[in-house]
């Protein structure tokens, strides 16, 4: 951002980047204890399911809450939610 605001500077670059500088990402709202309560044995599977979910949920920018997560798991893990 500093790169950017150098090259074309603008009045709205100070906000922009007090806002990248104090932002959290939230975090992510499953865990293995979920995908292994849908019937996922531990091992690469479960690991692959989890950074399957997250990464659509990033891919989102985050709107997903655990409900819909959890139903998305039950999905992807052949159950019903």
């Known amino acids: 951002m500093r790169l950017a605001w150098a090259m074309r500077p603008s009045a709205a670059w100070p906000g922009r980047l007090a ?3 104090h932002w ?3 975090p ?3 865990t293995g204890d979920d ?3 849908a019937g996922v044995a531990p091992g ?12 659509e949920w ?3 920018d985050f709107p997903p809450d655990r409900a819909a997560l959890l ?3 039950a ?4 159950r019903p939610a």
């Open 19 to 21: 806002i990248a500088e």
């Open 24 to 26: 959290t990402p939230p």
């Open 28 to 30: 992510f709202p499953l």
């Open 35 to 37: 995908v292994a309560a």
């Open 44 to 55: 690469p599977a479960m690991g692959r399911l989890l950074r399957t979910l997250q990464d």
């Open 58 to 60: 990033l891919a989102q």
């Open 71 to 73: 139903a998305r798991l």
């Open 75 to 78: 999905d992807l893990a052949g």
